[in-house]
Structures are given as C-alpha cells and as structure tokens.
C-alpha cells in the first residue's frame, strides 16, 4: 500500500519544526569554540537546511533571520564574500522594520563579523563599535545575555 501524501498543514509542520531544529543547532555549533572539521560541516549543512526550511514555511522575518544565520556560520568559516552576500539583505530587512532592540544589535554584530570574514576593515569596525553600543543597552537581560554570548566569539578590530 502506498505512502499517503502529506496534507499542506503536516507539511508547513514539518518545514517549520525542521527549520527551528536545524537554525538552533547551527547557532549553538557556531558559538562553539574549537570546532572539528566534521562540526564545521554539520554547522554549514544545518544553516542552509534551516535557511531552505524557512523559506517553506516561514515568512519575510524568518528569511531574514535564516540569512542572518547563513552569514553567521559563513564567517565563522572564513567564507567572507558569502557571510557579506547573506548578512546585507538580513541588515536591511531588519532595519526597515521594527525590529526589537536585541534583533537589531544582533544585527549589526553579524555584519561586522561578515565584514571581518571579508577584510572589510571599516566596516568591521563600524559595524562592531555599533553592536557593542547597542548589545549593552538590550533591556532584557536574559536578550542581552544570548547577545554577549555570541558577541564574545566575535573577533574585535
């Protein structure tokens, strides 16, 4: 007998419980330090299977939050132009909408990381001196916590 085929709701289910799964692992591979060759690769595999996911299921946030990642894991591997290609369209989606306070220093932290991957000195700069500013006045402090967690892994100018 064959598989019955999913309905549209079992499948957005699935998309959306695989892209939160996979967006969360990646994220915590990526503040770990002294990654293996193989938690590289898991961590790279798991973003654009997160990113793919979201763009099922989610919506224009989601997209951007799943570039977000893309370009987090991109630069924690040196993929410089990609981390730029990933990390500019989520920045200016996020600072075209209200985002909340700790979207937006994430935001900025991603950015400058993506430049430094990239040897965009200024930029690096610019953008880390601003996540910073705004990383410390994130009024929640468990927010502002998850921020410096991954603003620590984030190498200064």
Do not use: C
């Not at 997160?50 to 990642?69: E, K, V």
């Not at 990383?135 to 190498?155: H, K, L, S, V, Y």
């Amino acid at each position: 007998m064959p598989a019955q085929k999913p309905t549209t709701d079992e499948l957005d289910r699935a998309h959306r419980a695989f892209a939160v799964d996979y967006n969360n692992r990646a994220w915590a591979l990526s503040e770990k330090p002294d990654r293996t060759d193989a938690e590289n690769d898991d961590m790279l595999h798991m973003a654009h299977a997160a990113a793919l996911h979201w763009r099922a299921a989610g919506n224009a946030l989601n997209d951007a939050r799943a570039q977000m990642l893309l370009a987090r894991v991109h630069a924690s591997l040196g993929h410089g132009d990609l981390a730029l290609r990933f990390a500019r369209p989520s920045h200016a989606y996020l600072m075209s909408v209200d985002s909340p306070d700790w979207e937006i220093a994430f935001s900025h932290a991603i950015l400058a990381h993506a430049s430094r991957a990239a040897g965009r000195t200024d930029d690096h700069r610019e953008h880390y001196a601003i996540a910073r500013r705004l990383g410390d006045a994130i009024a929640d402090a468990e927010d502002r916590a998850i921020f410096d967690a991954t603003f620590r892994t984030i190498p200064p100018p």
